[in-house]
């Protein structure tokens, strides 16, 4: 399967890899994994998506949040294997953090977001396990973050 051709019919343009602003890395490849350290929701203008999902957004914004972290993974991706997606072999793990008031129950919804995003690009290599989790904070008031795990071929 052709990932990079997937990505071009899916039309949507990743953003650039954000380095990071903290004593982390990015990604690391340890083996034959690759671990990609949580993205955050940034729009196409490169504005932060922020607010509590069930308060200042609703279920829809959130999986558009979502998404928007899948493409940041994918760009850290890129950034990783050398802009060579033929790299990867199969996305192992996501993990999604949901802003979110204390009554909201649709995380998963959110999340998929991310998890469709994935699976549109890598096909049956995207399929992956997952958790959706509730928070009451994410770093700089965003509405969602999503980190992965992938394996390398």
Do not use: W
């Not at 802003?99 to 992956?128: C, R, W, Y």
């Amino acid at each position: 399967m052709n990932y990079e051709q997937n990505l071009k019919k899916i039309n949507l343009k990743l953003p650039d890899a954000k380095a990071p602003v903290g004593n982390y890395v990015a990604t690391k490849i340890s083996g034959k994994m690759l671990f990609v350290s949580g993205q955050i929701s940034i729009n196409e203008k490169g504005e932060l998506i922020k607010g509590k999902v069930g308060k200042d957004l609703d279920v829809e914004s959130g999986y558009n949040a979502a998404k928007r972290c899948a493409l940041s993974i994918i760009s850290q991706i890129m950034k990783a294997c050398n802009n060579d997606l033929t790299k990867v072999k199969s996305c192992v793990k996501l993990t999604g953090f949901v802003n979110s008031t204390d009554n909201f129950i649709e995380q998963p919804k959110v999340i998929n977001g991310a998890s469709d995003l994935i699976a549109s690009v890598f096909g049956d290599d995207g399929k992956h396990t997952r958790a959706a989790v509730s928070v009451n904070s994410l770093p700089l008031g965003v509405a969602v973050e999503v980190d992965a795990i992938f394996e390398l071929n």
